[in-house]
């Protein structure tokens, strides 16, 4: 079967599967403005640190599309300087949907770049916006092929570490992730989950875990969608259940994304991800972040830096789903409340952050990044 996708578009138009939605029923929404891309990304429509750059790249790329051809075109194709506020001030405003991850950031900084190089050459405003509407493009567009590279790199490593350590992987390894990185959570393919098809399509996966994700449930949503899609052996686990597995199974490494990577290694991803990385080194299983290099934020030095997105409380009172059981086929979305009305002080953070000190790799589209011999932390400059 066809892998799943997150993103639709095609000259102007821009669609997104609501991800709200997964997995019971796919419905596709028209994105006609950078607003209607915000919201999308605010509320989850989409999500995923790779795919919301995407979004937000394309949103840009849509709404200077839709400017140049415009019977009479906007005040702000009167002059570069117009365009350069106008731009700065969408791509800011872009940046507010989601505190963490960093490469909606890194694609801004992009578009930031070719705007102010282009005004620099002495450009006029149609072309410059001619030039951000291809750069926009390209953010989206690259993601599939390093996504590809890193799940190669990832995968090859642990192979070797495997080998190394003398496992007996005869009948291929088991490795668990969190939440979901896969072609819902990028323009293709994905970074963990890319490693975990990559293993797959070469014949060396035995079975891939995944935590259900609680409270979004990222995983029993997407990830299980995304894996039974790919017709990959798998088994879905409760968070609470992490330690759990590491007793009773064979589990040859915790393979998970980011959100955002600080200098020293420190990774922030999704909430639970911190639990497994400790018990991952209770039990000696390596620990590889796969993502690509516009997660790496060399402007933070370490993992206390990192913005911590607090999604709204009544989202961790809440389960998503259809109905059970589902005779008629029948698909209406249901929200559950599993607390009593009115409780007060519930914490939900959306992300924590995983000390680099519990990271065995950093995995990008560049390869493999390990730590000297006897330090805590990465220098991952050199690679970025
Ligand atoms: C390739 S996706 C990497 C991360 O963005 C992913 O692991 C994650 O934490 C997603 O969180 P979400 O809140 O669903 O956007």
């Not at 890194?106 to 450009?123: F, H, N, S, V």
């Not at 399509?201 to 894996?227: D, I």
């Amino acid at each position: 079967m066809a892998p799943l996708i997150s993103i639709k578009s095609d000259d102007d138009k821009l669609e997104i599967v609501n991800q709200l939605l997964l997995p019971h029923k796919t419905e596709f929404l028209e994105i006609n403005s950078v607003e209607e891309a915000h919201d999308a990304i605010k509320t989850m429509k989409i999500r995923g640190a790779p795919a919301i750059a995407s979004l937000a790249a394309l949103s840009v790329s849509q709404h200077l599309t839709r400017a140049l051809r415009a019977a009479e075109p906007p005040a702000f194709l009167s002059s570069p300087s117009a365009l350069k506020s106008h731009i700065d001030t969408t791509l800011a405003y872009l940046f507010t949907a989601r505190p963490t991850a960093v490469n909606l950031g890194a694609a801004t900084r992009r578009l930031t770049k070719t705007l102010d190089d282009a005004i620099a050459a002495g450009k006029v405003p149609r072309e410059i916006a001619q030039e951000l509407v291809a750069e926009g493009r390209a953010v989206a567009d690259e993601d599939v092929g390093r996504n590809k590279l890193m799940a190669k790199w990832a995968g090859e490593w642990l192979l070797q570490r495997v080998a190394d350590r003398g496992l007996d992987a005869s009948k291929g390894v088991n490795v668990l992730t969190v939440c979901n990185t896969g072609s819902l959570a990028t323009s293709g393919y994905g970074t963990a989950l890319g490693m975990i098809t990559y293993l797959h399509e070469t014949r060396k996966l035995q079975k891939a875990y995944f935590t259900q994700t609680a409270p979004y449930h990222q995983g029993s949503r997407l990830t299980a969608l995304e894996l039974q899609t790919l017709q990959i052996p798998s088994v879905m686990i409760c968070d609470t259940m992490v330690g759990s597995l590491f007793q009773h199974h064979e589990i040859h490494a915790v393979a998970v994304g980011a959100d955002r990577i600080a200098r020293n290694g420190d990774t922030a991803n999704k909430i639970g991800t911190y639990n497994a990385a400790v018990l991952a080194a209770r039990h000696k299983i390596p620990f590889i972040v796969v993502a690509p290099i516009s997660t790496v934020d060399l402007d933070v030095h370490d993992g206390s830096q990192i913005p911590i997105e607090h999604r709204p409380a009544l989202e961790a009172c809440l389960v998503r789903g259809i109905r059970y059981p589902n005779e008629g086929g029948e698909t209406e979305q249901v929200q559950v409340m599993i607390t009593p009305q009115g409780l007060e002080g519930i914490y939900n953070p959306s992300f924590d952050v995983t000390p680099a000190e519990l990271i065995s790799a950093i995995v990008t589209e560049k390869g493999v990044a390990v730590k000297e011999k006897g330090a805590e932390g990465f220098d991952l400059s050199p690679i970025v």
